[in-house]
């Protein structure tokens, strides 16, 4: 029996360290676990029952009065009455609530994106650094095999101390810069907790993932401006505020009352009756439709603005996405025609070349490496901005 439950604890193990091996698993566990995304939830729930009670009717009002005088038979009143908006405001109201409810599903989807788009772009630079980490790691291994080589060739009297000490010089370079990324690495998987709510995530992909943009520049900027949550929340709020005029001018036309009034005393007999109520706003909502007017306008500006600057955002991300892609695909070719590194260990080994003349090619093609590293996140970032509308 408890070789059965060890077992099963082993395959749910196995099955949580699965659900991590990919950026798609990653970011499906921090929508998940994500505190801030769960605090949305609860904080926009209390909003709609707030846009809710918007439309609930004013409280009735029960008075009572009671005079103690004997000569009129200490005569006593009950009045219940209830206060009525004039009956178009109802209907502006439960628009105005409507419009405000859906617009915060706007906001939780915004919430949901920013959240999720830095949580990729937190995986891409981690992916960048244990591909450099694992370029580092090579680049030791044949710094130390080189720095053993060298040693050797001091005691046998065919090299110098200043080949020597520069090979040595480039281990050491070299180790220290491995030490910095798995810093980064250890830095960048703490970040992916956080926002994972504290729950474990390991993330040790070496290659980035699967993504491609097939459309044109203007088919995916239409794309991306109709599923933007931003631009979704700055066209609700232009169609809240013109509601919320509505509804203003309607609060300028008067109010009603209706109740029940009943009258009693020791030496008069009972009465009951009707009250109407009319309250005219002359005062109360001075300026008030010229404020809504104004709001209105300034959303409509502010939903022209801020489209204009997606627009002009996404432009220059697809333009730097294009000069990364030429960029990626020419140093694929460099790369996959000459083994540089091969050739020059090989030279070095065989005599052909100087260890002076090995460091100044190896820093030449390692910078090379490292500037097609740094291109390569680049692209795959800025792809990932560009694309954040499918998360």
């Given at each position: 029996m408890n070789k059965i439950v060890f077992v099963i604890m082993i395959s749910i193990l196995s099955l949580s360290a699965k659900a991590q091996n990919t950026v798609q698993d990653v970011l499906s566990a921090i929508e998940k676990n994500n505190p801030v995304l769960k605090a949305n939830e609860q904080f926009f729930e209390a909003q709609n029952l707030g846009f809710k009670a918007q439309t609930n009717l004013d409280n009735p009002e029960l008075e009572w009065e009671k005079s103690f005088s004997s000569d009129e038979g200490k005569p006593y009143e009950i009045l219940v009455s209830q206060s009525f908006d004039f009956p178009t405001s109802y209907l502006y109201k439960n628009q105005l609530k409507?419009?405000?409810?859906?617009?915060?599903?706007?906001?939780?989807?915004?919430?949901?994106?920013?959240?999720?788009?830095?949580?990729?772009?937190?995986?891409?630079?981690?992916?960048?650094?244990?591909?450099?980490?694992?370029?580092?790691?090579?680049?030791?291994?044949?710094?130390?095999?080189?720095?053993?080589?060298?040693?050797?060739?001091?005691?046998?009297?065919?090299?110098?101390?200043?080949?020597?000490?520069?090979?040595?010089?480039?281990?050491?370079?070299?180790?220290?810069?491995?030490?910095?990324?798995?810093?980064?690495?250890?830095?960048?998987?703490?970040?992916?907790?956080?926002?994972?709510?504290?729950?474990?995530?390991?993330?040790?992909?070496?290659?980035?993932?699967?993504?491609?943009?097939?459309?044109?520049?203007?088919?995916?900027?239409t794309q991306s401006l109709n599923a933007d949550p931003q631009l979704k929340l700055l066209s609700t709020k232009e169609e809240i505020s013109a509601k919320e005029t509505s509804l203003v001018k309607t609060n300028s036309l008067p109010k009603f009352s209706i109740g029940y009034r009943y009258l009693n005393s020791d030496i008069m007999k009972q009465a009951n009756g009707i009250k109407l109520g009319l309250s005219i706003p002359l005062w109360e909502n001075k300026n008030k439709v010229k404020r809504a007017r104004l709001l209105e306008q300034f959303n409509r500006e502010e939903y022209l603005i801020g489209k204009m600057e997606l627009e002009n955002k996404f432009l220059k991300l697809f333009r730097n996405f294009l000069n990364l892609e030429k960029s990626m695909k020419e140093y694929k070719g460099v790369f996959t025609e000459k083994h540089y590194d091969t050739l020059l260990q090989k030279a070095l080994t065989l005599g052909e070349i100087s260890s002076i003349e090995y460091l100044t090619e190896n820093i030449y093609y390692y910078e090379s490496v490292d500037t097609y590293l740094e291109i390569e996140h680049e692209y795959y970032k800025t792809m990932s901005e560009l694309l954040k509308f499918r998360l």
């Open positions: 409507k419009a405000q409810i859906a617009n915060t599903e706007n906001y939780k989807a915004k919430s949901r994106q920013d959240i999720l788009l830095e949580a990729k772009l937190l995986c891409i630079k981690l992916i960048y650094y244990n591909k450099q980490k694992a370029e580092l790691q090579s680049r030791l291994t044949n710094a130390e095999r080189l720095n053993d080589l060298f040693q050797k060739r001091l005691e046998e009297g065919d090299a110098t101390i200043l080949e020597a000490n520069k090979i040595k010089m480039l281990r050491l370079n070299t180790a220290n810069q491995l030490k910095m990324i798995e810093s980064k690495v250890s830095n960048l998987t703490d970040d992916l907790i956080k926002l994972n709510g504290g729950k474990q995530i390991d993330l040790n992909l070496l290659e980035y993932p699967l993504m491609s943009i097939d459309q044109g520049m203007k088919e995916l900027l």
